[in-house]
């Protein structure tokens, strides 16, 4: 049975009423992606209906897939695409991140790149009773998984959430305003073979992405045995830019539930979760066809453990982290990565007499002499960006890199190199 695996949800303004109102839904697009999928779930799916915007976005996109070196483009004409913005820190970008207090987990157990699955296809560990396909995005790095219809995907390799944990992805709406809602779910199934059923468990917790032209909005529902709530939040223009990747943050403290779009905190329910909760998926529902539009989802990481900065630091004299990100192959560090600086520059501020060495670490891939010099640069990356945006004095920190020499996990999936890939503050 394929499978498949993604904790989002996104796309697509909707309204929802507390009372759902169900009606099937049938496709209204021809299947442009024929998935290998060699099995489906073959219970349809009752359908809660939303509104969405129907203005139509002009602009088409261009999607390369079926070759690595972005050559091929797809079949169908009227999906291109042009460049995608990478993220990068600036003084303007990493201002707009001045109130973000995301900080991911402390350990990846699951990083989902869609490298191992080949371009064409439908990811080999999620499942589906749908369709969709891996592709390759004209300027970005790596695989993507694009969907545009109507279905239920489920990353089936996720099977326990525990009361402390942190999710991300990357999103892209290629044409916003034009595809229904993508829902991402946290719930406990109580048959893994019947995600169809999602709707019907006593505690989850589910948040969608709206794209508009002028404003986006995001709903919640919650449902705590059996009792339903929902809401909903106006997002500006977070999924308007047909070409702007929009980084989501989920971070869960027992009951808690916080979720980020780029820098915003869009949703912070301290009772999001019953307490006895055990959900035991994640799983996307896409409400309806796309009509000439499509998702896209990539970088998937799931982390768990509360990271505790000062007590590392202080009482254990060196403080790891997977928080601060680069760009690939590249000392640019990401802007989600604020609020794992301000961790360190708060404590460094506390402490006054504190010094730090600040390591970087990097993966296998590659060879030695380049990994090595990456690893220095975004050490002295992390150190400039502590001095200039934190006012953290730089005579306070060094820097090293150790390259791929010191890793902490094998080098053979992707979680293990997403761990690999580190900032180490040690204290000196």
Known sequence: MKKVFLLTGLCVVTLFANSQILKKITDRVKNRT???????????????????????EKGIKDITKGNPDNKTTTADSSMTLNKIDAPMVNSSSIKSYSKYDFVPGEKIIVFEDFMQDAVGDFPDKWNTNSSGEIVTIEGMTGHWLRINKQGIFMPEFIDSLPDDFTFEYDLLCDNPGRIWSLYTNMVALGDRAHPENWQQVANRFTFTVGTGEENSSSVIERVRDNYTEAGSNIITKKFTDKTKMVHIAVWRQKERIRVYFDEEKVWDMPKALAADAKPNAILYWLQGPGQDA?????????????????????EQNKWVTHGILFDVNS????????GTLKEMANVLKEFADLKVKIVGHTDADGNDASNLDLS?????????????????????????????SEPIENNTTPAGKANNRRVEFIKI
């Not at 499509?294 to 202080?314: C, E, F, H, Q, W």
């Open 34 to 56: 024929e998935s290998k999928t060699n099995e489906k779930v073959d219970t349809k799916v009752d359908q809660t209906v939303d509104s969405a915007f129907s203005k139509t």
């Open 294 to 314: 499509s998702y896209y989802m990539g970088n998937l990481r799931l982390a768990v453990g509360a990271p505790d900065t000062r007590k590392k630091i202080l």
């Open 331 to 338: 000392a640019t560090i990401r802007p989600e990565s604020y």
């Open 376 to 404: 220095k640069r975004r050490a002295a990356a992390v150190k400039d960006m502590l001095a200039k945006e934190f006012g953290i004095d730089a005579s306070r920190m060094e820097t090293d890199g150790k390259g791929e």
